[in-house]
């Protein structure tokens, strides 16, 4: 296990990041790590409200800091545009985007506006659009951070049914997403092959809210050795965004045996992720889906 810890980030000033979902939980820690070292954060919420509270809450812990609340929702294609094109307007570069947001474990199937399943509309089709929309923006030395979850390890992709259509399951429909955000993290970095930029997956392990439980007393005890806080589960992000040197590709989650909690570390993806080949599918896939199309020959 290693030692890392977000007192290890390196000096941030000049540096502009965008977080998604950050206004709770690890996109909030994520920002607070960022805005501590120096970097300009743009805050991206999709309660305009929510936002407001939380860049309020880091300018009280850190009245320094440089924090910009922009509106988000990633379930409306549409705005991602919209919100892409103001960022563009108003800043230069985007050194950092970290793609945080997501549904998660949606108990009864739902969609997006754009008629999408929820947790794969959201988690990635939004992001995958998001990214391509903002890519005129990373300049060279710029990183893509995908957030994405242990589930990930758990089901091969649907391709037959990636909207969960005929069956939906809330579990196999969230892990698919999160695979979903891995396959296009590997699929990402190959096609930036050479513009030195460069993309990241992280995921949190298993980190909950103060005093969140997990629906039983019994199994919150016997959880709890596990369990880390969102602060310890948002530190894989802050790693995978900053840490030099870094191989593109790399998945970095808690470096625990069982990779629940703990100081963060590289690790290897789940094989089902790993194919070129299934990477180029959900990027086509993706494409189709979107009408954002980049990085494509």
């Known amino acids: 296990m290693t030692s890392w810890r977000p007192a290890d980030l390196p000096d941030l000033t000049g540096k502009t990041a965008l977080v998604t979902g950050a206004n709770s939980g690890i996109g909030y820690h994520a920002v607070l790590g960022l805005a501590e070292h120096g970097a300009h954060v743009l805050l991206a919420a999709r309660n305009p409200e929510r936002g407001e509270k939380a860049v309020a809450s880091i300018q009280r812990k850190l009245p320094a800091a440089k924090v910009d609340l922009v509106h988000l929702d990633l379930a409306d294609l549409a705005g991602v545009r919209e919100t892409a094109k103001a960022v563009l307007a108003a800043h230069e570069h985007i050194d950092l985007l970290v ?71 809330a579990g196999r429909a969230y892990g698919n997403s999160k695979l979903a955000n891995m396959i296009f993290t590997l699929e990402l970095d190959r096609r930036l092959a050479g513009a030195d930029v460069h993309s990241y997956a992280a995921h949190p392990g298993f ?91």
């Open 207 to 297: 980190a909950l809210e103060p005093g969140q439980s997990l629906g039983n007393p019994v199994v919150d005890v016997l959880a709890k050795p596990l369990v880390q806080d969102m602060a310890g589960g948002a530190m894989p992000t802050l790693y995978a965004a900053t840490v030099p040197n870094l191989p593109g590709g790399t998945l970095v989650g808690p470096g625990n045996l069982l990779r629940t909690k703990g100081a963060p570390r590289p690790e290897k993806p789940s094989s089902k992720a790993t194919d070129p080949r299934v990477g180029r599918r959900l990027w086509e896939l993706s494409e189709e889906l979107t009408d954002v199309r980049y990085l494509s020959s």
């Open 99 to 169: 793609n945080n947001a997501g549904e998660k474990m949606v108990p009864k199937r739902r969609t997006t506006k754009d008629g999408f399943e929820a947790q794969f509309g959201t988690n990635h089709l939004g992001h995958f659009a998001l990214t391509g929309l903002l890519l005129p923006a990373l300049r060279p030395g710029s990183r893509v951070v995908n957030i994405t979850s242990l589930a990930h390890k758990f089901f091969p992709f649907d391709f037959a049914d990636p909207q969960h259509e005929r069956r939906y399951l």
